[in-house]
C-alpha cells in the first residue's frame, strides 16, 4: 500500500505562483511514473504534467511554459510548480502514482487551487 498526500494549494491572484507537493510513503524510484491531475467543478479529470521513472516530462498544452513538474527521490515527493496561474486553472489537483503491479496505481486526496482574478 502506498499513501500520496497532496500540499501546498491554496487562494491566489492570478498571475501569482503555487508550488503543490505530493508526499510518497514509500520511495518514488520504484513508480512508473507521477502525475498531477485536476479536476474542476462540473468538469472530467484531466492529466496536467507527468514525470515517468526515466525523467520524462509531458504537459497538459493549457499549462506548458507556465507549470513545472519535478522530483526529490531523497524526499520521496513530486513537486508541481505553478507560475502565472490563470482563474481557469482553479481546481482540486491530485497526485497518482502508476506502479507495475496491482493496483496498478495509487491517488491521493487532493489539494484545491483558487484562482482568483
Known amino acids: 500500500q502506498v499513501q500520496l498526500v497532496e500540499s501546498g494549494g491554496g487562494l491566489v491572484q492570478a498571475g501569482g505562483s503555487l508550488r503543490l507537493s505530493c508526499a510518497a510513503s514509500?520511495?518514488?524510484?520504484?513508480?512508473?511514473?507521477v502525475g498531477w491531475y485536476r479536476q474542476a467543478p462540473g468538469k472530467q479529470r484531466e492529466l496536467v504534467a507527468l514525470i515517468s521513472r526515466g525523467d520524462t516530462n509531458n504537459y497538459a498544452d493549457s499549462v506548458k511554459g507556465r507549470f513545472t513538474i519535478s522530483r526529490d527521490n531523497a524526499k520521496n515527493t513530486v513537486y508541481l510548480q505553478m507560475n502565472s496561474l490563470k482563474p481557469e486553472d482553479t481546481a482540486v489537483y491530485y497526485c497518482r502514482a502508476s506502479v507495475d503491479r496491482y493496483p496498478w496505481q495509487y491517488w491521493g486526496q487532493g489539494t484545491q487551487v483558487t484562482v482568483s482574478s
Open positions: 514509500r520511495s518514488i524510484v520504484s513508480f512508473n511514473s
